[in-house]
Structures are given as C-alpha cells and as structure tokens.
C-alpha cells in the first residue's frame, strides 16, 4: 500500500495524465518573422495553448525570414515550418519531398511601396529599377513577389537589388532612415509605415482584387509544411500540429480585432495597439478559412515560380505531391 501510495504521489506531482502525458510530441517549428500577421495562426495556437490541447511540445524559432526557416527544415533543426506555399514547389522541383500540410493564408497580404520622398519619381513597378528594396529576406515570398511584379512590369528580376529587412522593428526603421527606396512586406510593418506616411502603396494583395492583378488569380500563401519522411515517421504528430492550426484557423473566423490584438504580445503592437487592430481588420479576409488551397491558386504559384526561376520550366512537379490534405480534412471537421 505504501509503494502504491507513493507511486500515485508521485504521479500527482508530476501531474501524469495531464500536462506530462507520455503521448506529448516535441515539435520544432520554425518561421519567418513571427510578428507578422502573415504567420497570426502560429501565434494564435501558441497563445490559446492550442498546441498544449493537442498534446504538442512546441519548440518555436524565429528566423526573420521565410527562406531561413526553409534552410532550417532542410538542414534538420526544425521539424516543421510556417511558410510560403511556394518553398513546397522549389524543393519537389530539386528532388526534395517537402509537403504542405495545412493552408493558413488564402491571400499572399504582401504590399509593395516606395519611399514618400520618392513618389514623383517611381510611379509604377516599372520605375524600381537600380532601386534598393527591402523584403524580410531574399529568397522569401516578399522578395518573389516583387520580383514577379518586376517581371510583369517589363523589368528582369535582379534589375533591383534586395535588402533583408527581417520581420520586426527593424523592418520599419530601415524605411525611416532612407535605408531602402522601397519595401515588399507584410502588416503591421506595412500599416506602421501607412499610418506615418513614410509610403506610398504600389501593389497590394491583402484583397482578393489586388491578388488577382498581381497573379491573375488566387495564390495561396503562408501554409504548415514539411518532409514527407518526417509525416511519415510521426503521423501522428502531424495530425496533432494540423489540428492545433486549425483550432487557430476557426478561432479567427470569428475573433475581433480587438480580441486579436489582446491576445498577441504587445510587442507586436510596434507602440501602437489602434494601429496594430487597424492592421489585423485590413488582415482578416486573407486567412483561409478551410485549410485546404485551391487547384486553381496552387497552379497560380507554380507559375510564379517558373516566371523567376528558368531551371524550373522543365522541371516536373505533380502539385498533388505539394499539398497533402488528408491531416486537415480531419482537422476542420
């Protein structure tokens, strides 16, 4: 009786069967540039302990930039990112197995603009050529999404160069310090730099109109990906992160700004918690609301990708091997 007394102690203490169950999952996870509403539905699963529910020990690393978080998942330090669909489509095309498994943002909400001072003088994408402009990090979907504006305006892609800016602070002093001519980013560094009238917007697809200007059509942005060995290793796992996301994704169909606003770190806010609320109402129709991209809007991004990269117009890439849905479709039931 006394060892079973001890052992039911001791099993209190350590709170078995709750918040030490033995079926937790450690899952690193990386991202690029966490503050920014691109990635909300990371914070939101974090904040509402949505991970913890779903019995994930989430490890978060924020690398400033979606292209850093992708190196990260290729070199093994993470075991899961939040990112640009488009990284999916790369690595099929160079041989590697990477899958979305859940779309968190059905519209890229990527703004390009240029510096007030410079108004008069670039007018237009076609005008940004020799000019210096920020994105989070080269090689991330700010960066290809200027670049692909570039290549639609009648310029070539490196005829501008990029600054990495990161996703924080810095993003916005850059701007203000005359660092950079122009800027490809995301809110709240977009709508900071709105709201001071350090910029004047270009391109704009936080709407479903300046998506289809710049693209034609849908273009599914930030999703969950992985590699398909480490689903396959850990299927239950992925199950668990999915579901974790898609509690955040229900969550903000029907949250307030507000609400939004309360619950992320003040630090997000950039000193501003109006501005940061104004920020997230310009956000919300860009989050997807099944998890799931269309056929449409993933063929969308595969043609953005070849336009930028010459040695992917042969490439064979079955986009049904870039969206593995079954995980999601069980989330969102």
Known sequence: MQRRSFLLGAAAVLGLGHT?????????IGVGGKPLLYYLPLTIAERKGFFKEEGIDAEINDFGGGARSLQALIGGSVDVVTGAYEHTLRMQAKGQDVRAVCELGRLPAIVIGVRKDLVDTIKSVAD????????TAPG???ALAVQYAMIKAGLKATDA?????????????????????AVSHLDPVIAKLEADGDIKVLVDTRTDEGTRLLF??????A?????????????????KVVNAFGKALKWLATASPEEIADLVPPAYHF?????????VKNSLATYSRTGIPSRDGMSSVLELVRTLDPELQGAQIDLGKTFEDRF???AME
């Open 161 to 181: 160069p990029l600054i990495g800016i990161g996703g924080g602070a810095g993003a916005i002093a850059a701007m203000k310090k005359g660092e950079i001519d």
């Open 223 to 239: 999703v969950v990906y992985t590699k398909q060995d480490w689903i396959e290793r850990h299927a239950m796992g992925t199950q």
């Open 216 to 221: 034609g059509g849908p273009n599914p942005a």
């Open 140 to 142: 991330s979907s700010t």
């Open 271 to 279: 000193g501003d918690r109006a501005l940061y609320v104004q920020a």
């Open 20 to 28: 030490a169950r033995a079926d937790v999952v450690k899952v690193r």
């Open 128 to 135: 940004l050529k020799g000019r210096k402009i920020g994105v």
């Open 328 to 330: 999601v479709k069980r």
